[in-house]
């Protein structure tokens, strides 16, 4: 399975913001509910938010809801992730990734593709 290419990482001042984007092959785009995971220095990948394949529910982790926003253009499948008000604990490597369709945080296959470096300074 062909992994999709994030994009649109760099750095940033807190309060600034980013937007990420997440190309994907069309055959591993259509049909799939989508999500952005992270992974921090010394800690675990974790999940970030999570879309329907049709853009129709949302899913955020705590950490980033209602700061970070979602989106998809299936016509050029691609997902988006628009990052407001980032924090110094924002800094990570961004990943997507297909999702499972009842639990968006957890990704189908284990492969990962090779994120997008996020830098928040304070």
């Known amino acids: 399975q062909v992994q999709p290419v994030e994009s649109g990482g760099g750095l940033a001042q807190a309060g600034g913001s980013l937007r990420l984007s997440c190309a994907a092959s069309r055959r591993t785009y259509a049909n799939f509910d989508m999500g952005w995971f992270r992974r921090a220095p010394g800690k675990e990948r974790e999940f970030v938010a999570g879309i329907a394949w049709n853009g129709a529910s949302t899913s955020y982790a705590a950490s980033v809801e209602g700061r970070f926003t979602i989106s998809r253009d299936n016509a050029k499948a691609t997902v988006y992730l628009q990052m407001n008000s980032l924090k110094p604990e924002d800094t990570a490597v961004y990943y997507c990734?297909?999702?499972?369709?009842?639990?968006?945080?957890?990704?189908?296959?284990?492969?990962w593709g090779q994120g997008t470096q996020v830098t928040v300074s304070s």
């Open positions: 990734k297909a999702v499972h369709w009842n639990n968006y945080e957890r990704p189908v296959g284990d492969d």
